[in-house]
């Protein structure tokens, strides 16, 4: 295509193993194999150093709602560049700043009207638990420092989101890690250990056992709960009918902050412009990252009712609480433009309009015996993988290895479909395309995944025959 830059990819190789530190990358896989180097993206679709196009299954990590190369997006990055490339946020404002907070706050529910920009996900957890505990001391409630999450559940990789992650061998390698985090269950129906012919009264239980660990731990020291709208680690899980208005009820009950963690879940994932509006519950604080530039640029917010800045409003009291390039100049004006098509191109009503069509394109996996099952909501998808569809039996840690790393990560990669082979919990298949993308896209995603799905089946025959090491390939992390 014109303008098309000329790589030297022998090149790129040597210098992103002599020098680059990939994120969450198991670095010895590319002692034989090269590293995927990505080039560029056009609406659902990326291309890497060979030309090679992949559908966008991730929506890069859950980021690119608009898909790639909008035109719109970047002119407006390039805009404020010339106009005001910098300006913190330590005391003085700049209008997009200004007026992105007020447009978030209009679509936030309810009273959530003040809006604290991160640069992403992780530090927007971080600051929500740091607002609840700074809250609850100048309030006179000064033991009230604890939260609560889910077990599996992702929240973070700063210190304190990585305390509230519910994912022990994710943690173990930094520990000792900020104190006071207790987990409860998640909404994994699929799995559930009671109730499991009545999802309502599954997710009442779970929802219970958040009042449970509350009483455990005594309510008087209990600050917060961080829960997602839909679970990602794990592979999706929804809330069951009734479980955020119970755990509404709870956190009412015994004075604690519901924290709505929508970094994935915001800005149309779900099709809204929060998770919190399509399952009808009222968060204290919301934090969300991601869709919010649709990836255009880096930028998260923590969202917090009227009533937990009152106090800040008054006096001397000051949130002690900042980064620098929180609700950056062109990051914002980037957001700006990214929900400006979000509106122009009713982003939102095509994501309920077109879900029912997605859930059923990829239902149709369960036909394969390796799929044991689909679910989640809007454009947010998990496949969960088992080794007997009848009893639901798993696969153990090393079957998991070869099936996932060994085998899946690679040839979904290799079939044209960018997306997340994950054993956070039980092997699955995450899916989060682009918004933009419909059934044309969708069937792509089922013919890639059936065709790779049926030879990763065969190629447990194998392993359960003894015989699957001989098949297995080293591949890219998902």
């Known amino acids: 295509m014109p303008g098309e830059i000329a790589y030297d990819n022998a090149r ?16 010895s896989t590319y002692d034989s194999a090269d590293v995927p180097v990505i080039v560029r993206g056009e609406g659902p679709y990326i291309y890497d150093v060979n030309g ?3 559908l966008d299954g991730l929506a890069g990590l859950f980021v690119s709602q608009l898909g790639h190369g909008r035109k719109e997006l970047a002119e407006a990055a390039a805009r404020q560049t010339e106009r005001l490339a910098f300006m913190p946020l330590w005391s003085y404002a700049h209008p997009n700043a200004i007026e992105l907070a007020e447009r978030v706050a209009g679509y936030a529910p309810g009273d959530l009207n003040r809006v604290f920009f991160t640069t992403g996900g992780g530090e927007a957890v971080e600051t929500a638990w740091k607002l609840a505990k700074n809250y609850f001391k100048i309030t006179g409630k000064p033991y009230k420092h604890k939260v609560i999450s889910r077990a599996i559940a992702y929240h973070g990789t700063p210190q304190g989101a990585l305390s509230i992650t519910g994912l022990p061998g994710m943690k173990a390698p930094f520990e000792p890690l900020v104190p006071s985090t207790f987990r409860v269950p998640n909404t994994n129906y699929y799995r559930a250990p009671y109730f499991e012919d009545d999802e309502k009264k599954f997710g009442l239980w779970a929802a219970n056992e958040i009042a449970v660990a509350i009483e455990n731990e005594g309510p008087e020291t209990v600050a917060a709960v961080f829960l997602e709208p839909v679970q990602n680690s794990g592979g999706c899980f929804p809330p069951p009918p009734g479980y955020f208005d119970r755990v509404r009820e709870i956190c009412d009950e015994y004075d604690v902050l519901l924290v709505s963690d929508e970094v994935i879940c915001a800005f149309g994932r779900l099709g809204h412009m929060f998770g919190a509006d399509r399952y009808g519950y009222q968060p204290d604080m919301i934090t969300c990252a991601k869709g919010i530039t649709s990836g255009y640029a880096p930028l998260g917010a923590m969202i917090a009712t009227d009533r ?13 609480h900042g980064y620098t390039f929180g609700g950056h100049p062109v990051s914002t004006a980037v957001a700006m433009a990214n929900l400006d098509i979000f509106e122009k191109e009713r982003i939102n009503e095509h994501v309920r309009e077109t879900e029912g069509g997605f859930r059923e394109t990829l239902e149709k996996l369960k036909d ?10 809007g454009f947010f998808f998990g496949i969960e993988l088992v080794k007997d569809k009848s009893t639901k039996e798993t696969f153990n840690d090393e079957e998991s290895e070869k099936l996932l790393r060994g085998f899946l990560s690679k040839a979904l990669y290799d079939a044209g479909l960018y997306c997340r082979a994950d054993d956070r919990g039980d092997p699955v298949i995450q899916l989060a395309p682009p918004l933009i993308c419909d059934q044309e896209h969708f069937d792509e995603m089922e013919q890639i995944l059936r065709e790779v799905l049926t030879k990763a089946g065969d190629l447990i025959d194998q392993i359960d025959a003894g015989t699957g090491h001989a098949h297995v390939r080293r591949a890219p992390e998902g």
């Open 308 to 320: 937990l800045m009152e106090p800040f409003l008054h006096g001397t009291e000051t949130f002690l």
């Open 368 to 377: 394969l015996p390796i799929v044991g099952d689909v679910r989640g909501d």
């Open 12 to 27: 790129l190789q040597q210098a992103a193993r002599d020098h680059l530190w990939m994120h969450f990358t198991r670095h």
């Open 52 to 54: 090679k196009r992949y």
